[in-house]
């Protein structure tokens, strides 16, 4: 059976790559047509024996996040509100797990009607606690570098230390690291060994908040 060539309309055997006269390359590749709807859920290929090709449809109610800005942005927000109420003498890991539940807030907000998992809002709130530590550790850093705060930082923690003590019998044994915190090397540990415990605790705090709010929105779009 003989086809004739697109580019010199000569006569051409089938099966043969290459025109015998223009020597124009006699393969053909077949494009499938896009699928007529985004949500089919799946594509039948050309009737000549090929291979079907699945199509997953997009889940209307995603529960990740799409882009990172979607993320950062109420993360960023719930643990600036976060840092400020520490700085207004709230308990810090109240305030981290304050963190994790505005984060899921914020991020709803940006998003209306979006059904969040509690794995999603965990993952929102731990973001929003480490972001939570991270302010923390800068100002603490800032501190230190200044000896007169730094000073006035350590007195304050080992006369908050004593008063503990003095209030707690029990506790008598925490005065051998009391004695430790006044000297400058002692305290420099004290708050590298504290900043790698606020580190874990960030995270956790943080995502129990995060479950917290999204646990709690999950109820209430129950009918």
């Given at each position: ?13 089938e099966?043969?790559?290459?025109c ?108 929003s ?6 302010l923390?550790?800068?100002l ?19 006369q ?27 305290f ?36």
């Open positions: 059976m003989e086809q004739p060539c697109y580019q010199c309309g000569q006569s051409v055997e099966g043969v790559p290459f015998p006269h223009c020597s124009a390359p006699q393969i053909r590749v077949v494009v499938p047509e896009p699928a007529a709807s985004a949500a089919a859920t799946g594509v039948a290929g050309p009737s000549n024996g090929s291979i079907a090709v699945a199509v997953s449809s997009a889940a209307s109610g995603t529960t990740i996040p799409a882009r990172w800005s979607d993320t950062a942005k109420p993360c960023a927000l719930a643990a600036a509100v976060a840092f400020l109420l520490m700085l207004a003498r709230l308990n810090t890991l109240v305030a981290i797990l304050g963190a994790g539940f505005l984060a899921v807030v914020f991020y709803r907000q940006r998003r209306p009607g979006i059904a969040i998992k509690s794995s999603t809002g965990a993952r929102l709130g731990a973001i606690g480490l972001l939570c530590f991270a923390v550790a800068s603490t850093v800032l501190v230190v570098m200044v000896p007169e705060l730094r000073a006035k930082l350590q007195e304050q923690i080992v908050e230390g004593q008063n503990f003590v003095l209030s707690h019998p029990n506790y008598s044994w925490l005065q051998a690291g009391l004695d430790q915190l006044k000297t400058t090397d002692g420099l540990e004290s708050l590298a060994g504290g900043g790698v415990v606020l580190f874990v605790l960030s995270m956790v705090f943080g995502s129990l908040g995060g479950i917290l709010a999204a646990t709690i929105f999950a109820r209430g779009r129950k009918p």
